[in-house]
Every structure is written in structure tokens, then in C-alpha cells.
């Protein structure tokens, strides 16, 4: 055989060689390519792990209106059939804790078990973080400084675990989603060791870790600014009431990204036109696939008041009070929510 024959082949062979130790290492590292570039949607059981939160403490009634159960709702809504909960939260768990009580090898174990049931586990959901951060609150900046570090650490290691125990073959089989922790307090993330500055600097460490594992964030701590005293029960405990739990589990659902259906939107009344009344009453019907979360109204690009849903009638229900407006043409501007986050806008020029 020519030399060169002989050197052509021994370097194809290396080159699949290489690429098939990439694979190896990538499948090792747990984020094959491709492995987060969508989501893979639910599968035979939803595996939450987390904390007091988790567990759904200080909900009224935790099994049904705390936010795991919430979001294991949607997911049961969405894929039209039911859906195993297996729920680990432990309170007071905080990421070593939760690495060496027991939380995670009881995930390495529901994980082992479905595989051996031939079911698929998806998604995963993953709150932490907060008694992290309330275990250094009254410590030194250093000692913030270190348990910071740890805290990344830990949390890398949680999800690298669960990567490992849902990969096969180099190929993640269902979803994670991480979450970032609340301010129950308001407070300015700007000011430079404040503890609002402290809970962003630990968000800060479970996005970039999440991220670069192709892991979903929902980003509670966005969903609560400006809320705290709504979606809490502060000042007397920094954990979600009801209000807040519901609000937890749709940016559970949107992080999913299971659903991006708008919903569908029809003005009913008043139609485009002379309004017939100083006081028209506007009618609006939204449907979603999984739900309506909120319709708003809003004239000349200004907020009417809030509009009420009739069950009966199956219309949400608001008016506008035109006897101050001016004469001439005004934009009603309808829009439409759901609980990912879609939105859909309807509008009707009318004239007073």
C-alpha cells in the first residue's frame, strides 16, 4: 500500500477517534451538544426538590396550593393525562444539607427507579438557596464571601449529579429548572453589601450555573420585586402566601417553555364606532388551552379600571367612563395573558 494511502487512513481513524472522545467527555460533563437547545416536555413523573418552599409551607392547604402542587397542575393540564409527583423538599434544607441529608440521594434513587420502570422523569425543579443566604446573614463580609463560594460549589455539584443520573447515552431525557431566590424585603440590589446585594450576587451564581448546564431558570426574585408585601406573609414571615406560590409555579411554567400559545382574544362590545353611552360597558372573551391568568384594558395607551371575570356569561367584564373624554377618536387596546407568560392584544377605535 502507498505511504501516503497508509497516512491518509491513520489520520481518518484519529480524527474519528477525537470525535468520538469529545462525545465521550461531553456526555460525561453532562451537555452533549444540542443536549438544552429545547425543552424535551413532560414526562411519566415530575421529580421537585428544594426547601420550605417546596414543601409548600405557610400555603393554606400545602398538597393542593403550594407551588409544587400548582405547577404539577399545569403540567397534568397541558399533557392530558396524569402525572407521577414525586416531591423531596425537606424545610430548612440548604444546598449541603440537601447533598449530604439525604435529599439527593433520594433523587439518584426515584431517578434509578423510573429508569427501571421505563418511565421518563421531566422536569426536575430545583429550589434553593434561601437559608443559604439567611445561615450567612449576620455574618462578617468575608465569611458571605466564603459561603458564597460554597454555595456555587454545591449547587454545581447537585446539578451535575442530576445530570448524570438523567443522562443515557450521552443524551439528557428530561428537563431541569432552577430557581432564583426572592427578596422578601424591598431593598436596592445597587447598594454594595446590603442584603439585597447579597441575594443578587447568589441569583447571580444559580443563573450562570444553571445556564451554562442548559438548566431553565425561573426567576422568582423578578416575579416578586415590588410585590413582597402581596406575595408574602411579611412582615411577620418571608415565606409565599397562596398569592405568591401561584406566582412561583407560572414562572415554573414559563421557564418550561412548554407553552407558547397565545391565548385567543375577541372584543365583543362595544364595537368600532360611536360608543351608545357615556359609560359603555366593555365585554372581552379569552380563551387559553391552559388557562387565563389576567386581561387588561387600556384606553389611549392609559389603564382602565380592572375588568372582572363572569363565570356564567364567560366574558371578563369592565367599562369605561367616557363623560370627561374627549370628543373625537380614543383606542381601546385589549390584552390577554396566560400562566407562561403569552400574551395576545385585540383593539377598536372608538369615538366619543
Known amino acids: ?30 451537555t452533549p451538544p444540542g443536549a438544552g437547545a429545547a425543552p424535551r416536555g413532560s414526562g411519566d413523573l415530575y421529580l421537585a426538590l428544594g426547601d420550605s418552599l417546596g414543601v409548600g ?21 397541558s399533557a392530558g393525562h396524569p402525572i407521577i409527583l414525586r416531591n423531596l423538599s425537606v424545610s430548612g434544607e440548604t444546598t449541603r444539607t440537601l447533598i449530604d441529608g439525604g435529599q439527593l440521594a433520594a433523587a439518584q434513587a426515584t431517578l434509578a427507579e423510573a429508569q427501571r420502570s421505563g418511565w421518563r422523569v421531566s422536569p426536575i425543579t430545583i429550589d434553593i438557596g434561601g437559608n443559604d443566604l439567611r445561615a450567612l446573614q449576620a455574618r462578617d463580609n468575608a465569611a458571605r464571601e466564603a459561603g458564597l463560594v460554597d454555595f456555587r460549589a454545591a ?37 454594595v453589601r446590603s442584603d439585597a446585594w447579597w441575594i443578587a450576587r ?16 425561573a426567576d422568582a426574585y ?24 401561584q406566582v412561583i409555579a407560572n414562572e415554573f411554567w414559563r421557564a418550561a417553555g412548554y407553552d407558547t ?28 388551552t391552559i388557562g387565563v391568568t389576567q386581561v387588561t384594558f387600556r384606553l389611549d395607551e392609559q389603564p382602565l379600571p380592572a375588568p372582572v371575570y363572569s363565570r356564567e356569561l364567560n366574558l371578563w367584564i369592565g367599562y369605561w367612563d367616557a363623560r370627561m373624554a374627549s370628543a373625537g377618536p380614543h383606542r381601546l387596546v385589549v390584552t390577554a395573558s396566560d400562566a407562561a407568560g403569552n400574551t395576545a392584544s385585540s383593539e377598536v377605535v372608538l369615538t366619543r
Not at 57 to 77: I, K, N
Not at 202 to 217: C, D, G, L, Q, Y
Request: hydrophobic share 45%.
Open 202 to 217: 447568589f441569583n447571580t451564581a444559580i443563573t450562570e450555573e444553571a445556564t451554562k448546564r442548559n438548566i431553565a431558570v
Open 155 to 191: 449547587l454545581a455539584q447537585i446539578f451535575d449529579t442530576l445530570i448524570a443520573a438523567t443522562t443515557v447515552n450521552g443524551i439528557r431525557q428530561g428537563d431541569m429548572i432552577a430557581m432564583t431566590v426572592y427578596n422578601p424585603s424591598p431593598g436596592d440590589p445597587k447598594i
Open 261 to 288: 400559545t397565545p391565548p385567543t382574544l375577541e372584543i365583543v362590545a362595544p364595537a368600532a364606532g360611536a360608543v351608545p353611552r357615556a359609560v359603555p360597558t366593555i365585554k372581552v372573551r379569552a380563551a387559553d
Open 1 to 30: 500500500m502507498p505511504e501516503r494511502s497508509r497516512q491518509r487512513r491513520r489520520a481518518v481513524r484519529l480524527y474519528s477517534t477525537l470525535v468520538l472522545l469529545v462525545g465521550l467527555l461531553s456526555g460525561l460533563a453532562g
Open 57 to 77: 409551607l405557610l400555603a393554606s392547604a400545602p398538597d393542593t396550593r403550594g407551588y409544587v402542587a400548582r405547577f404539577h397542575s399545569l403540567l397534568e393540564q
Open 222 to 245: 423578578g416575579r416578586f420585586v415590588g410585590r413582597e408585601k402581596a406575595l408574602t406573609w411579611m412582615p411577620l414571615d418571608f415565606h409565599a402566601n397562596n398569592a405568591g406560590h
